[in-house]
């Protein structure tokens, strides 16, 4: 068992959350997290309406009877969508921890707390994190460079970043990006966080709605096999290395604006992607972590696997320290 202030603070067992994933974060998925003792989580917007996510959250809930958490992210768009409505939607269906992502959560959180949620907020800086700890928010997520989707514009890889979060921050956090196994989990530890987040390691499991043959490209992928979209346009995204996203960084590179690559990275084709196990009909998400990912086992299987090899490495580690 690796206790934390995180699990404490938010009543699960074991300090290891699923963090919210655009199509894949669905109720099988977060459910099987859940029920494994770490933390799943549904994500709002993969439902096309509110009322879709009440019934997603219901679906979990006959999955399992532990606490399962929705991600909402909020990013700019021309015609965004109703944000607080999804939210009211998660409070009805009786949702305690919501992960908000992409922009500051203030102007939700007095709905939120007035309903007993508990707020973790992700985000890519120190900066960041101590702004979302002053406004209230119960725990944060730090994305590291290393990190699928947005990995922000300060390029900080988590040997840095984390213990710089650690040194300032008062609220428990969860190190994220870059993480899928028992050594990352422990590394974490050691560096000051009080859990992990992780995406790619569960978006490669049995439980993930996606493709098999996207699941298979993930095992076989390499440190090197990802793409930095969006970079000219200050707003990077880590995604998996294929003809669409290497064709979107040359057209940028060469001065490009978005609308030049806007049908490339539409959500549409990623969509696809995922449905369809066609890997080069749009962009998708995956992590430089994914040189770590080997096979493709349950997601309970994943959270059981990576607690125990935790354990034995800070076991291991302390013993070798220790004089004799
Ligand atoms: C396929 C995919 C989709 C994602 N979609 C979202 C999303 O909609 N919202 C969000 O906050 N993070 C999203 N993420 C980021 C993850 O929640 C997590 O922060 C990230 O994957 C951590 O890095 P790792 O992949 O190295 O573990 C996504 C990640 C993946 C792999």
Redesign the pocket.
Known sequence: MITTRFTEAFGIEHPVVQ????W?GRAELAAAVSEAGGLGII?ALTQPTPHDLVREVERARRLTDKPVGV?L?ILPTISPPPYEDYLRAAIDAGVTILET??ANPEPFLDLLKAHGVRVIH?CTSVRHALKAERIGVDAVSI?GF????HPGEDDIGGLVLIPAAADRLSIPFLA?????DGRGLAAALALGADGV?????F?CSVESPVADAVKQRIVEGSELDTELIFRTLGNTARVASNEVSREVVRILDAGGDFAAVRDLVAGARGRRVFEEGDLDAGI????V?QALIRDVPTAGEIVRRTVADAEDVLRRRALAVTPV
């Open positions: 963090g919210g994933m655009m894949v994500t991600n992210t992502a992409g992700k994305d290393e990190c699928a989707g994220s990006g870059g993480i899928a987040n992780m995406g790619s390691r978006l998708w998400s995956v992590g972590v």
